[in-house]
């Protein structure tokens, strides 16, 4: 480890929603941060003014704030532009680059119809300095270009934190844009620039990005800063192999998709670490803290991970699974209070003993949803009941004995489980029936449903009256 203050960054773009894989390389960003008692880096990229727009920022920003996991400190690099043209021109003054006044192309790299082996174009590196000072200062339109040194057989290498070893040839790097015909910055110049100037120590980005280091090296050579420590993550694909995207698979490949069904943030969180990384000991369900522990970048695999999902249902299994896993640990007060506002969306109202009954029923459902969906019967008088329920209805003579526990309820010294169970086996013994025939009966006239916690645990988070009123209505 380096010997000064650890610094790294997550630097989104906003064309769109928050990206599951984007919200995975923030996580394992503030991990990395947080394990090392380093600072950790929200910075926008957001130089693509053509792409670029409020809403995707602020969905970027509602997706980071559900995750629960802060930052140090925030930049938008679209304030920062002065700097990246003064960072190019200081890489120009020294020669590293030259003004390309090639028609009819201005992006980050080589044009689309030139792929291959395309390197420069032929007479834009070697003109003197004061024809290209003359044609600029004409107004003539040029793309500022880093100039590459090849022909000296130089090697561009870095060790990457999760694939090792890396090397490609100069002489295979074409000379890239630094600053676009209109003056705008590319990604390449902006981001370098701004990891110098914000003295990022640690890039741990997508394995899609693991190409552009090399000229990101050059780059941080040209502007006389130390390159940081690089890593990679492994992508994320779909179940057929593809790379997931947002205009392929939609509302799969977005953070509030799981937020929005229902799961808690943390689990999110738990689960997009188990996505390309493992604590190397079987454990899957973890605390934050313990998230923090365990993280390193040794544990991070090389090979893509796989996000199950299906059309007919973008959440991944395995997450639901985590998420019930979750809901049955979590503080109870902490785990109250969030699905409180899930039922109100629904219309719904805590009861008077909301606590105990969110303890009881969340050990049946996988997400906070469920609270609102399978659990409207504890908040609601309106609810439907299942045919299986009903069933259990209509199994003589469980109407009439209802209506009967119903009396015996209303009278008791106290009501409580304990009282309630006594209740119904003094009433089947009398009556010379099964207790199953009053336990099923009052399950499905309480809540319309066949199955679910404990008979009697039931009555205790219904409530005394609505318990009443209900066998009453039977």
């Known amino acids: 480890m380096k010997d000064y203050m650890l610094r790294v960054r997550f630097a989104p773009s906003p064309t769109g929603y928050l990206h599951i894989g984007s919200a995975r390389t923030f996580i394992f960003n503030w991990l990395f941060a947080r394990k090392n008692n380093g600072t950790m880096i929200l910075r926008i990229d957001d130089t693509d003014v053509d792409r670029n727009t409020e809403t995707s920022l602020q969905s970027i920003y509602d997706g980071l704030n559900w995750l629960g996991l802060n930052w140090d400190e925030h930049y938008r690099q679209s304030d920062r532009l002065e700097l990246h043209r003064k960072q190019a021109g200081a890489i120009f003054d020294k020669g590293l680059a030259y003004r390309d006044f090639t028609p009819a192309h201005s992006g980050d790299d080589e044009p689309e119809e030139r792929k291959g082996a395309w390197l420069f174009n032929p007479g834009m590196p070697d003109l003197p300095r004061e024809e290209s000072d003359r044609r600029a200062a004409a107004g003539e339109p040029f793309v500022l270009r880093f100039r590459v040194p090849r022909g000296a057989g130089r090697v561009i290498r870095f060790t990457d934190g999760v694939y090792g070893e890396q090397a490609k040839a100069a002489d295979d790097v074409e000379d890239f844009a630094l600053l676009r015909s209109n003056g705008m910055p590319t990604y390449h110049m902006a981001s370098c620039a701004d990891d110098a100037d914000l003295r990022i120590t640690n890039i741990i980005r997508g394995q899609d990005h693991l190409s552009n280091t090399f000229k990101h090296i050059l780059i941080f050579e040209g502007l006389g800063a130390q390159a940081p420590e690089f890593a990679h993550l492994p992508l994320l694909i779909a179940p057929d192999g593809a790379k997931l995207s947002k205009r392929k698979h939609g509302p799969v490949v977005s953070v509030t998709t799981y937020r929005d069904a229902g799961f808690l943030a943390h689990t999110y969180v738990n689960f997009l670490c188990l996505l390309g990384w493992s604590p ?195």
């Open 280 to 474: 190397k000991d079987n454990r899957e369900q973890m605390t934050r803290q313990e998230l923090i522990d365990a993280f390193s970048l040794a544990g991070v695999n090389r090979a893509n991970a796989v996000v199950n999902f299906s059309e007919a249902d973008p959440i991944d299994p395995k997450a639901l699974w985590l998420n019930s896993q979750h809901l049955r640990a979590w503080p109870i007060g902490d785990l109250a209070a969030l699905v409180k506002p899930v039922l109100e969306t629904a219309g719904l109202a805590p009861n008077q003993d909301f606590e105990h009954t969110i303890d009881v029923l969340r050990s049946r459902y996988a997400t906070l949803n469920d609270f609102a969906g399978k659990g409207r019967p504890y908040f609601s008088d309106e609810f439907e009941i299942e045919p299986a329920a009903l069933t259990k209805l209509d199994t003589a003579p469980a109407r009439e004995l209802l209506r009967e526990l119903a009396g015996r309820i209303e009278v008791l010294p106290e009501f409580s489980e304990a009282s309630v169970e006594e209740a119904v086996r003094a009433l089947a013994a009398d009556r010379g029936v099964k207790a199953g025939v009053i336990i099923n009966g009052s399950r499905a006239a309480l809540t319309g449903q066949a199955a679910g916690p404990s008979a009697f645990a039931i009555f205790a988070c219904v409530g005394r009256e609505r318990v009443i009123r209900r066998l009453r209505n039977v």
